[in-house]
């Protein structure tokens, strides 16, 4: 199988933009298992059970987007990425081919970087002097990046946090979990359901498409997680397991098979045993993306099914748009 396989017909309209004023207004097409059905988030409650745990993916988005400015006047954007030391990261540089090793920026008094050397498709080396703590700074100076197909600002950088957002270390939000309010989780657990919390930081490529023609030449990009013993332990004894994105998939899955916690690149694809996830509660995804082929190991070919129920309906698509809720036993046709 190829990426065309995961290819589908989205309507530029149907991108969601903005963020909805209400975060539990967002609707949700359910089927578990007797057709699609449709729902708010603000639902979500109502379907669960006792003895069911809910997953969170509990990583914040790093405000690592820089906006700075050469000393000859152009504008150059640095996305910091991945730290590779305490000074040295790996980040996206824009306009990469106009900015020559050991070119310096001062962000602040406090703050310089140094572009370094050149790793290809944009990515660079920079190296990070700070006088005080780099986190601070870039709460300060730094903005939330959003995923490329956003083309508005965000007023409110929280609006792409989720109300479980702990460690800075993420490069894009568990989207799923933006739907989520402290009054939601709250009435998840009067429903009798455990929430739960790990932690997966996402990086960009989860938004880069699948481009190799067979999926077993795709290479999959690596992600730290981090799941507990004791919540392993409670999925294991749950009743149904209930994983908020597939970031949450891909954590619980691969502490599963290796360790509670390290890096992970876990390609989840057809055919895959799932030994934890019982149901996802997931947005809709980019075409031709590792989170469709996670999707159809899930469901099965269903999803293009449900994907056309929702864009008939005009659910909204992507990060800011509405989600679907979905079981391994939903695979009836239309």
């Known amino acids: 199988m190829g990426p065309d396989d995961f290819d589908y017909e989205l309507p530029e309209d149907l991108i969601a933009q903005n963020p909805l004023e209400e975060r539990t207004a967002a609707r949700m097409l359910v089927d578990l298992g007797n057709g699609p059905e449709h729902f708010r988030i603000s639902d979500f409650p109502k379907l669960l059970k006792s003895g069911d745990i809910v997953v969170v993916n509990n990583t914040r988005v790093l405000p690592a987007r820089l906006f700075l400015k050469k000393k000859t006047g152009g504008n150059v954007e640095v996305l910091l990425l991945k730290a590779l030391d305490q000074i040295t990261w790996e980040a996206l540089v824009r306009p990469s081919r106009k900015v020559p090793p050991g070119t310096e920026f001062t962000v602040s008094p406090e703050m310089t970087i140094q572009i370094g050397e050149d790793l290809g498709a944009g990515k660079r080396l920079v190296q990070i002097e700070t006088k005080s703590d780099l986190l601070s700074l870039l709460e300060k100076y730094g903005k939330v990046p959003l995923p490329p197909y956003i083309k508005n600002d965000l007023e409110d950088g929280e609006r792409y946090q989720t109300v479980f957002a702990n460690r800075s270390n993420s490069a894009a939000a568990p989207t799923a979990g933006l739907h989520f309010t402290e009054d939601l989780v709250a009435e998840c657990k009067d429903s009798g359901a455990q929430v739960e919390e790990i932690e997966l930081a996402i990086g960009l490529d989860t938004f880069r498409p699948v481009t190799a023609n067979n999926l077993d030449d795709h290479d999959m990009h690596s992600e730290f997680y981090s799941v507990s013993e004791e919540v392993m332990h409670r999925c294991k004894e749950a009743n149904r397991v209930i994983a ?91």
């Open 244 to 334: 908020i994105g597939t970031t949450t998939v891909r954590a619980l899955e691969s502490a599963a098979r290796f360790e509670l916690s390290g890096q992970t690149n876990l390609f989840i694809r057809d055919p895959f045993e799932f030994k934890i996830v019982d149901l996802l509660l997931t947005n809709f995804h980019l075409p031709k993306s590792t989170l469709l082929v996670m999707l159809e190991a899930f469901i099965g070919p269903y999803w293009r099914d449900l994907y056309i129920e929702a864009q008939i309906n005009r659910y909204r698509f992507l990060s800011f748009g509405d989600s679907m809720l979905v079981s391994e036993q939903s695979t009836r046709k239309l």
